[in-house]
């Protein structure tokens, strides 16, 4: 089983907070982030896409900063953290 937390834009667009998925063929978070793109297709209020979004996010996969060739062998939590302002 497998969790993904979508934070400020990415939640907005998602339209959740958290997904759980329980079954997944991808190998990596960029396979798994392309098909949650193509799954989710809302908008933020300024029309983003989560497609749109996810270039512009840092991932974290168990903790651990990740790339889109982050392997999801094991993973059990994947944080996905659009840009904040401030800070």
Do not use: K, N, W
């Amino acid at each position: 089983m497998l969790s993904i937390h979508y934070f400020s834009a990415a939640r907005a667009a998602a339209g959740t907070a958290e997904e759980v998925i329980t079954e997944t063929d991808h190998e990596t978070l960029g396979e798994l982030l392309d098909s949650r793109a193509q799954l989710h297709t809302g908008t933020t209020d300024s029309g983003m896409s989560l497609a749109d979004i996810f270039p512009r996010c840092s991932f974290l996969v168990d903790g651990a900063s990740a790339t889109r060739s982050t392997s999801l062998a094991g993973v059990q939590r994947i944080d996905v953290l659009p840009p904040f302002a401030g800070g």
